[in-house]
């Protein structure tokens, strides 16, 4: 870390922009939950200076790396400042409500997300600052742990983990630092402690990922063997889990959901996905077109009233069919799940930094698979970044542009 401060520092401004912008918040809710746990007032000490830091950051980035940005940044700009504009002036207004806070969100809090990715050339510096990041990260939210009641904060507990989880997952099994490995257990521990299925999911996609790109196809399938004995045996596990767990004073929720047997129940997400693909089969045109960006959201709202339930359908798949219709929704599914990520880890498929942050960002993204919002997700913004670097330009000479002084591993551009 010190020694890339050091080192031309002007270089690693978007790098550090991008990390502190990404998760400035979960370092800062953590710490407010142990103040909030010792003395019992809510005291948020850190947010307004990393806040400060982090724009300072992105401005000197924007300084020194303005003619980086290419035409794709300007033109999400131009787009989601059509959408704000059109919903401004729609007289429906449920529409109008609906779309204006969503493209607002999304103008403002993850595009800048995508433009500082795209700004970045050294992913050697991303890795690194995400990495002192997962550290403070982890030990900060184990002392919350330790001292608050995280049942309160679970879903931003869960969500504020997912980062070192996933990180020192990379850092274990694919760098094979095994030096890790505890700090890896740890971080997974705390994320069934806190019990945002997703973000468990997403530790067991990535370790998928990582275990068929190293063709460990022998560990991958003891995995799914230990993964189907977990599974016939699910109920005699989860119930010694719980008591070994409680007899330490540990109230996980994913546990107790678990033995009441309502770890899917509450989460509707089914009934979500069917009624937004019944909303745009009711005709030809919104089959083809779909309902448009966030067009679903007044529908689900009324619909899913009596539930309480936020108004989206959840999951990143079944969303992009709604908002773009069946035949570009699904094209977009298959370059977003298939296409892309293919293209990407081609690329890349000896440059072992650059592997390491698509991999963490690829683990991240997959949450949206069930949970949360691609519009109002930054991580989703700096996957389309990613696809964009390695993807889409040239055979990615324009996107590995790395200093070989910072740079480890031999690049692959074919």
């Known amino acids: 870390?010190?020694?890339?401060?050091?080192?031309?520092?002007?270089?690693?401004?978007?790098?550090?922009?991008?990390?502190?912008?990404?998760?400035?918040?979960?370092?800062?809710?953590?710490?407010?939950?142990?103040?909030?746990?010792?003395t019992g007032r809510e005291l948020n000490l850190l947010g307004t200076p990393l806040v400060a830091v982090t724009m300072l950051c992105a401005a000197i980035a924007l300084l020194h790396h303005f003619r980086r940005l290419k035409l794709d940044s300007l033109v999400l700009i131009i787009i989601f400042g059509f959408l704000y504009m059109v919903a401004c002036l729609n007289p429906d207004t449920a529409y109008q409500v609906s779309r204006q806070n969503l493209v607002q969100v999304t103008l403002l809090d993850c595009i800048p997300a995508y433009i500082?990715?795209?700004?970045c050339r050294h992913?050697?510096?991303?890795?690194?600052?995400?990495?002192?990041?997962?550290?403070?990260?982890?030990?900060?939210?184990?002392?919350?742990?330790?001292?608050?009641?995280?049942?309160?904060?679970?879903?931003?507990?869960?969500?504020?983990?997912?980062?070192?989880?996933?990180?020192?997952?990379?850092e274990w099994l694919y760098l094979e630092k095994n030096r890790t490995a505890p700090f890896a257990v740890l971080a997974i521990a705390l994320l069934v402690v806190g019990g945002r299925r997703s973000s468990l999911i997403a530790v067991i996609i990535l370790?998928?990922?990582?275990?068929?790109?190293?063709?460990?196809?022998?560990?991958?399938?003891?995995?799914?063997?230990?993964?189907g004995a977990l599974y016939l045996s699910f109920d005699m596990v989860v119930e010694q889990l719980y008591y070994f767990s409680?007899?330490?004073?540990?109230?996980?929720?994913?546990?107790?959901?678990?033995?009441?047997?309502?770890a899917m129940e509450d989460s509707h997400r089914i009934d979500q996905w069917a009624y937004v693909l019944q909303l745009i089969l009711r005709s030809p045109q919104s089959a083809l077109a779909g309902l448009g960006i966030a067009g679903e959201r007044s529908y689900m709202l009324a619909h899913f009233a009596h539930m309480q339930l936020q108004g989206?359908?959840?999951?990143?798949?079944?969303?992009?069919?709604?908002h773009y219709g069946i035949v570009l929704g699904l094209a977009l599914d298959v370059l977003l799940i298939a296409v892309g990520p293919y293209r990407v880890f081609r690329v890349i498929n000896?440059?072992?930094?650059?592997?390491?942050v698509v991999l963490l960002f690829v683990a991240l993204v997959s949450q949206l698979l069930f949970q949360d919002s691609y519009l109002q997700n930054k991580f989703f913004f700096v996957y389309l970044a990613i696809l964009v670097?390695?993807?889409?330009?040239?055979?990615?000479?324009?996107?590995?542009?790395?200093?070989?002084?910072f740079s480890v591993g031999r690049r692959t551009l074919s």
């Open 1 to 38: 870390m010190l020694n890339v401060l050091k080192s031309k520092p002007e270089l690693h401004s978007a790098e550090l922009a991008l990390v502190l912008y990404l998760f400035h918040g979960n370092i800062s809710a953590g710490v407010s939950w142990v103040i909030l746990g010792l």
């Open 207 to 227: 370790i998928c990922i990582i275990l068929f790109l190293k063709r460990d196809f022998v560990l991958l399938a003891a995995v799914a063997l230990v993964g």
């Open 312 to 322: 989206y359908p959840h999951g990143l798949l079944v969303e992009l069919i709604g």
């Open 246 to 262: 409680s007899d330490f004073g540990i109230n996980s929720r994913t546990l107790r959901r678990l033995m009441s047997g309502e």
């Open 116 to 119: 500082l990715f795209r700004m």
């Open 350 to 356: 000896n440059d072992r930094v650059a592997m390491t």
């Open 389 to 405: 670097n390695f993807a889409v330009g040239r055979r990615g000479e324009e996107a590995t542009m790395f200093d070989p002084t």
């Open 123 to 170: 992913y050697d510096a991303i890795w690194k600052y995400a990495k002192v990041t997962s550290y403070v990260v982890l030990f900060v939210y184990a002392a919350a742990f330790v001292v608050y009641d995280v049942g309160h904060v679970y879903r931003s507990f869960s969500a504020g983990m997912a980062l070192p989880a996933l990180l020192f997952v990379v």
